[in-house]
């Protein structure tokens, strides 16, 4: 195989840039899709008296983020520790998507009306009520399987495959990956009224599904040993102990930095695209129908120009190192969602996203390439675990529920088209964002202090 200057092959390339973008996909319309799914579909058309009775939609999405959150952590501890027993990775990258894939598509024939004929209720709060508990349960079951494929062996192999020198470079293009599946999934929300759900998620299921299958001839497990050592059980709770958080606490102190990263971005991601359709009236398919040639023009030169800048700012950190970027990346994000919670337009609030996503680029190359690095060696699959509590667990439980409370002291409310009042999304949780964001800042400083020579 063909290597570039950092020590990478062409089809090991292909495979980190499709399993990579496949997966971000797939937990782009977990993230986007299934939030709005439930605020636009299962409860629109629902009665008042139903959504009274039912429990309350922002109640239901915090509760869906944090279940399935759980869910992800316990397949990653579970899964990554049984490759790293078995040495292999790639059974769980394939395996895992076409499931994952299979999954997804199943989400296309929920509704309240199959709800009905499959329990055979009449009653419209029971119907709205167990129809919100199979969205959510059907989420944590996709979690399970979708972290197996992505979060406890796609990640798991892309530390054995790469190493000190270029891990930077290849987070830089793990980063871009999920604002290009981002904005892939929000060019769909933009069809959700014409073709419906069903149709995105049954299609979108089957491309994870043939990632899947594709994998079984592409992925090639490179450099992982069987870990027989201890058992099975002690390796789940490995990172736990004390010795070993006191072995490794660079690793620890760039999971914490990590953490409140994450956190930061979950008090208003998942009620984001409820917030700029209902209270800022942002419509996709208004923003498409205007544009012009020379718009689409622009708006590709200014996508290169960023997506060349966060591939060269990877590069710079495998040459200067992670550290000297954490701060001005933190500022940045800090500075751009404190600005956000000001804006009183979709204009205004796109140009103050950017800094914002820009510092949250930087500081997930920084932190995730550093992450990498401090992994004990033979502990990689182990260790998955302990990242996604740290990565997701933690994030999507603590954010939304932050981001719940702080926009109930706002008292923002929606009327859909039904007459039916329902709780939304204020301002403020781009403060409580903000005001996380800057604890990161606290770890940070003590790894930039303690910060050493990084395993290889």
């Known amino acids: 195989m063909k290597k570039n200057g950092y020590g990478l092959g062409s089809k090991i390339w292909f495979n980190i840039i499709i399993f990579g973008f496949i997966g971000q996909i797939a937990w782009a319309v977990e993230n986007m899709f299934f939030n709005t799914f439930l605020y636009n579909s299962v409860y629109n058309g629902a009665s008042q008296s139903a959504v009274n009775g039912s429990i309350d939609v922002m109640s239901a999405i915090s509760i869906m983020v944090a279940a399935s959150a759980s869910f992800t952590v316990l397949a990653t501890f579970l899964m990554g520790t049984?490759?790293?027993?078995?040495?292999k990775r790639k059974p769980f990258i394939s395996?895992?998507?076409?499931?994952?894939?299979?999954?997804?598509a199943v989400f296309g024939v929920i509704s309240r009306d199959n709800t009905a004929k499959l329990f055979q209720?009449?009653?419209e709060v029971k119907i709205l009520t167990v129809t919100v508990a199979m969205v959510i349960v059907m989420d944590c079951i996709m979690s399970f399987i979708g972290s197996t494929g992505n979060?406890?062996?796609?990640?798991?192999?892309?530390?054995?495959v790469t190493n000190t020198k270029n891990r930077a470079t290849v987070e830089s293009v793990l980063t871009i990956l999920p604002l290009v599946a981002t904005a892939g999934v929000m060019g769909l929300a933009g069809a959700v009224e014409s073709i419906g759900y069903d149709v995105i998620f049954i299609g979108l299921g089957a491309v994870v599904s043939i990632c899947g299958v594709l994998g079984l001839f592409t992925v090639k497990d490179k450099n992982v040993q069987a870990q027989p050592g201890e058992s099975y059980w002690k390796d789940i709770i490995y990172g736990f102990r004390p010795s070993v958080v006191k072995e490794n606490k660079n690793l620890y102190l760039a999971l914490s930095a990590n953490c409140l990263c994450a956190t930061a971005f979950q008090v208003f991601f998942p009620y984001i695209f409820i917030y700029l359709g209902n209270v800022m009236n942002f419509?996709?398919?208004?923003?498409?129908?205007?544009l012009t040639p020379a718009i689409m023009a622009v708006a590709a030169v200014v996508v290169i120009v960023a997506v060349i800048m966060i591939i060269c700012a990877g590069k710079l950190m495998d040459k200067l190192g992670k550290e000297k970027f954490m701060v001005v990346s933190i500022v940045l994000y800090f500075l751009g969602l404190f600005a956000a919670g000001f804006a009183e337009n979709i204009v205004v609030f796109f140009i103050c996203a950017v800094p914002a996503l820009l510092g949250w680029a930087l500081l997930s190359i920084a932190m995730n390439a550093s992450i990498r690095d401090f992994m004990p060696e033979g502990k990689v699959g182990v260790f998955q675990g302990i990242r996604i509590l740290f990565f997701v667990l933690?994030?999507?439980?603590v954010g939304p529920f932050i981001g719940n409370i702080v926009c109930r002291f706002s008292q923002i409310t929606y009327t859909n088209e039904y007459g039916v009042v329902t709780s939304a999304p204020g301002n403020v949780m781009f403060w409580g964002a903000a005001a996380v964001a800057v604890l990161t800042l606290i770890p940070v400083f003590i790894l930039r202090r303690k910060i050493g020579k990084p395993k290889k």
């Open 82 to 87: 049984l490759s790293d027993k078995i040495g």
């Open 95 to 104: 395996i895992g998507y076409i499931l994952w894939g299979i999954v997804t």
């Open 121 to 123: 209720l009449t009653d």
């Open 151 to 160: 979060d406890a062996a796609f990640n798991a192999w892309v530390t054995d």
């Open 283 to 290: 419509s996709l398919d208004n923003v498409l129908a205007s």
């Open 394 to 397: 933690i994030p999507m439980i």
